[in-house]
């Protein structure tokens, strides 16, 4: 019988605390909280938090806390949060995004209407009426995975992975879909451009999206992309 | 002011400071030296704050000095060093001038070294760090021939020139610590067994990422479809084919693989220092022990560290040290 949340160590440098097993938002959203909590009253020791999609990272430092110490700590705080249904303090954002859809920038979405028995309008109308949800960052310096792909485009990754799917690639995969910030390979099927980058290296806080907030994407026309690259 | 030219680099060569500690939550992997005992104590032993190096690979690296003059020196493995046609013991401090050449190439055992000048390397740097992460070119990319190198704030310190480590003292054992876990569940008992009582063989398949190793097949009784999870430095992931995967300093910061269990932090840097075809042989122990590993682990490292500072002292010190560092050492590997 399984009981969630669940701290399980990694060797002597984190440990993961899980709170279920699958892909959920109101599971998702205890790990956002117990994020907020961990930022809120830092614990001295821990190097770093990682929310991702059903557990909690916690990467520590042996020489400043002793484990035992922090499992309690963590313990206490995951009771606090469960108490206090702690809300977000961060403000989560909502972001419009535009999206090229033309052939020139969607290699694989021809293969993906044959695969998927609809027409490449159908596909593009699903993708960009959808809401999705950031929820977690993984892979690469700020691929951002978002959920919330309309269960008639979802389909599996590729099964050999493309080398270097350039920048701005908006892709999908399962219930996933990600826009790439760097040259990648990549098993995901590229549907479109983005007219932003989510990264932008020369800023001090050069990641776009925060995990939590919700992206829609809007199709505009090749020209207006050439204009939107320009500046 | 130094300036040199890269006349050869192999593979891999980068750039590596302490790492780009506290990013991971954004995808951004630490990166830093895959070495970072030998990396630290190249820093000790020219006396300089923390900051960048080469981290040499087998392909090896050549270079001239086209101006300027400065002390450097080059720790980890058992390198072959040669300045001017002459060859230097690894683990040593020189001198490069004007016209200097230095080539240095795969010696008898060790998969990088570092190269650490006595000044300031011009190189450029993100979210506070200079660390190269190859493949995403966020930062630097790895070194070529005709690349050029430019070492501000030179000085040519006060040191005996000369080996001040025998790296003997460092050779790698094949016996690598893990802790089972987050999913070793999802795999045979007969495979967790195997883990434990088997031999594995790094293979060619060796990066900055990770390495590939080759034993018996992990067999994977469950579904290969659990949610992307954050995977740290050390991870042994099990993708389909059955060959755990270690992840090494430019590790990916999630995966969906199973995890069977971690090399503890104080063997990890040992598993980075082997080359493809060496064997190892994995001993399971407890979250505790491999804590109280990494208590001893930097205990020792201090101590090495304090030793080789003071190692400048004269040559009688020198000797007596080196009997020390051969008992550290040991707690070091054990």
């Given amino acids: 019988m399984n009981t969630y949340p669940q701290i399980k160590p990694i060797a002597d440098i984190g440990l993961l605390i899980e709170f279920g097993q699958t892909i959920d938002v109101s599971i998702h959203a205890q790990i ?43 313990k206490t705080l995951i009771l606090e949060t469960q108490k206090n249904q702690i809300k977000i303090q961060r403000e989560e954002k909502h972001w419009c995004i535009p999206v090229c859809y033309e052939t020139k ?29 950031v929820y977690m960052y993984g892979f690469a310096p700020g691929y951002a995975y978002l959920g919330g ?13 493309i080398m270097g799917v350039r920048p701005q690639s908006v892709m999908i995969a399962a219930q996933q879909s990600l826009i790439t910030t760097v040259t990648m390979p990549s098993g995901w099927w590229v549907i479109g451009r983005s007219g932003i980058n989510p990264l932008n290296k020369s800023l001090e806080q050069p990641f776009m999206f925060g995990v939590g907030d919700t992206i829609k994407f809007e199709p505009i026309k090749e020209c207006d992309f050439v204009r939107f690259e320009q500046g | 002011m130094a300036n040199f030219k890269i006349d050869h680099a192999g593979p891999l060569i980068t750039i590596q400071d302490k790492g780009r500690t506290g990013f991971m939550r954004f995808g951004v992997t630490p990166s830093g030296p895959m070495d970072r005992v030998a990396y630290l104590a190249a820093h000790h032993m020219m006396g300089t704050d923390l900051g960048a190096a080469i981290e040499i690979s087998m392909g090896g690296l050549a270079i001239s000095c086209l101006e300027g003059q400065v002390s450097a020196c080059i720790t980890g493995g058992d390198f072959k060093i040669t300045l001017d046609g002459e060859n230097l013991p690894s683990w040593s401090i020189f001198t490069l001038r004007q016209g200097s ?53 030179c000085y040519l310190p006060d040191l005996i020139t000369g080996q001040v480590f025998d790296p003997k003292f460092f050779k790698p054992q094949s016996e690598i610590r893990i802790v089972l876990g987050p999913q070793d569940h999802f795999f045979t008992s007969q495979s967790v067994q195997d883990l434990q009582n088997e031999k594995f063989t790094l293979t060619k398949d060796f990066n900055r990422q990770g390495v590939r190793l080759n034993g018996p097949k992990l067999k994977i009784t469950h579904a290969l479809d659990m949610p992307s999870e ?21 590790h990916q910061t999630t995966g969906g693989y199973p995890k069977i269990a971690t090399v503890i932090s104080a063997d990890q840097d040992k598993l980075s220092q082997m080359r493809s075809s060496d064997k190892i042989f994995f001993k399971v122990v407890t979250v505790e022990t491999a804590i109280e590993a990494a208590k001893i682990a930097h205990q020792a ?25 051969s008992g550290i050492i040991s707690d070091i590997n054990s």
């Fill in chain 1, 105 to 133: 920038f969607s290699p694989d979405l021809e293969e993906l209407a044959d695969k998927l028995d609809l027409s490449t309008d159908a596909i593009i109308t699903s993708h960009s009426s959808a809401i999705y949800t």
């Fill in chain 1, 32 to 74: 956002l909280a117990m994020d907020q909590a961990m930022q809120d009253a830092p614990i001295l020791g821990v190097i770093e938090m990682i929310p991702s999609y059903v557990s909690l990272y916690v990467g520590y430092d042996p020489l400043i806390i002793i484990y035992e110490d922090l499992v309690l700590n963590l």
């Fill in chain 2, 101 to 153: 050449r230095l080539q240095v190439q795969a010696g008898k055992w060790g998969s990088w070294c570092y190269l650490v000048f006595a000044g300031k390397m011009n190189v450029p740097t993100w979210l506070g760090s200079a660390s190269t992460h190859i493949g995403s070119d966020l930062c630097g990319a790895p070194l070529s021939a005709e690349n050029s190198i430019s070492v501000e704030d």
């Fill in chain 2, 301 to 325: 490292e201090q101590s090495f560290y304090h030793i080789i500072k003071d190692s400048q002292k004269s040559l009688e010190e020198k000797l007596w040290n080196s009997n020390l560092v």
């Fill in chain 1, 149 to 161: 792909v309309p269960s008639k485009i979802q389909i599996p990754r590729k099964s050999i992975p």
């Fill in chain 2, 230 to 250: 954050p995977v740290g430095r050390g991870a042994l992931q099990v993708p389909g084919h059955g060959d755990p995967i270690c992840l090494l300093a430019d």
